[in-house]
């Protein structure tokens, strides 16, 4: 089965998602893949739709809330509407500028689908200018500009034509001190190579084992699909053992003597369970960073195995 790719763009309000966007959907026009959009906004009014002028591209708008908290929900419907009417080879996600990488990754990584995706990466914008004057935003917003460039894959720095030759060294150095292994391009108006975006992978086979031998730092998703049922306490000591830098884990997950499976969400260490009234895929989907995933997936199978 081919996996739909999808594309995350992050960056602060006015950093340039938008004209990357357009760029990006330029490019898919002259290669003719199907593509479908999904854009998201805090207020309850679409500011950049018409960013989206071909009518062979399916758009979906997200208003009147951000994808990672109270619009979560209608994102995943969205998205299963989409994978089912549209069929898109490639699916861009344009996030609001207050949302957080980790939030979006567990947004759009629905139990139910995510098998599916392909995810390509997250591609952050960054406005130079208030990249240097940062310090007058509020502590929150700093950490969120922060947040968004250390869990990056692609970095555009735009507006480097307003900016001295040595702000602009400053502000790479200080960037690629955050995230030395994103790649990181000085921009003006989100001018980027699309080959080189399209190079973008965030599979975990790839990225846990770079050349260095080190792990990587960027975030990293991985779905295991369970072929039966297991221990509850063999899970919960799984659980116990796995390293920090696991953010997030989701799915549906059935244990011995249940007729139907739990809804299992798993964030900061705390583990929760839900019963379902049906049976469901019995797919978890984790996000970490630095993780090798192979090591994870043999405790999985093991748990089946003792079973």
Same mark, same amino acid.
């Given at each position: 089965m081919n996996k739909t790719e999808v594309y995350i763009l992050s960056?602060? %309000?006015?950093?340039?998602?938008?004209? @990357? $966007?357009?760029?990006?959907?330029?490019?898919e026009r002259k290669i003719g893949r199907k593509v479908a959009v999904m854009m998201n906004e805090l207020g309850k009014v679409s500011i950049d739709s018409? +960013?989206?002028?071909?009518?062979?591209?399916?758009?979906?708008e997200l208003l009147g809330g951000c994808i990672c908290c109270s619009i979560q929900d209608k994102l995943e419907a969205q998205l299963q509407g989409l %994978?089912?009417?549209?069929?898109?080879?490639?699916?861009?996600?344009?996030?609001?500028?207050?949302?957080?990488?980790?939030?979006?990754? #567990?947004?759009? $990584? /629905?139990?139910?689908?995510?098998?599916?995706?392909?995810?390509?990466? !997250?591609?952050?914008t960054v406005d130079g200018l208030r990249w240097m004057e940062r310090k007058?935003?509020?502590?929150?917003?700093?950490?969120? @500009?922060?947040?968004?460039?250390?869990?990056?894959d692609f970095i555009l720095i735009n507006k480097m034509n307003e900016l001295a030759e040595s702000q602009q060294a400053?502000?790479?150095?200080?960037?690629?001190?955050?995230?030395?292994? +994103?790649?990181c391009l000085l921009t003006n108006f989100s001018q980027v190579s699309m080959e080189q975006l399209r190079r973008l992978t965030v /599979? *975990?086979?790839?990225?846990?084992?770079?050349?260095?031998?080190?792990?990587? %730092?960027?975030?990293?998703?991985?779905?295991?699909? *369970?072929?039966?049922?297991?221990?509850?306490?063999? *899970?919960?000591? *799984?659980?116990?053992? %796995?390293? #920090?830098? !696991?953010?997030?884990?989701?799915?549906y997950v059935k244990f011995n003597n249940t007729?139907?499976?739990y809804l299992f969400q798993f964030s900061y260490g705390m583990?929760?369970?839900?019963?379902?009234?049906?049976?469901?895929? $019995?797919?978890?989907?984790? !996000?970490?960073?630095?993780i090798n995933w192979t090591e994870i997936e043999t405790k999985l199978i093991h748990l089946e195995k003792r079973m």
């Open positions: 960056g602060f %309000l006015g950093s340039g998602k938008t004209t @990357l $966007l357009k760029r990006l959907l330029e490019d018409n +960013a989206v002028e071909d009518e062979d591209v399916a758009l979906k %994978l089912l009417t549209e069929k898109p080879e490639v699916i861009y996600i344009e996030a609001t500028g207050a949302a957080h990488p980790v939030e979006i990754l #567990d947004a759009i $990584l /629905s139990p139910l689908f995510a098998d599916q995706f392909n995810i390509k990466g !997250i591609v952050t007058s935003l509020s502590p929150q917003l700093q950490q969120l @500009l922060v947040e968004q460039v250390r869990h990056s400053k502000i790479n150095y200080e960037i690629q001190a955050i995230n030395p292994v +994103a790649r /599979s *975990f086979t790839q990225r846990t084992e770079n050349e260095s031998g080190h792990k990587a %730092l960027n975030l990293t998703t991985f779905v295991y699909q *369970f072929q039966n049922a297991i221990s509850h306490t063999e *899970f919960e000591e *799984f659980l116990k053992g %796995l390293p #920090d830098a !696991i953010y997030r884990i989701k799915g007729e139907k499976p583990p929760l369970y839900i019963k379902e009234e049906m049976n469901l895929p $019995l797919n978890l989907v984790f !996000i970490g960073e630095g």
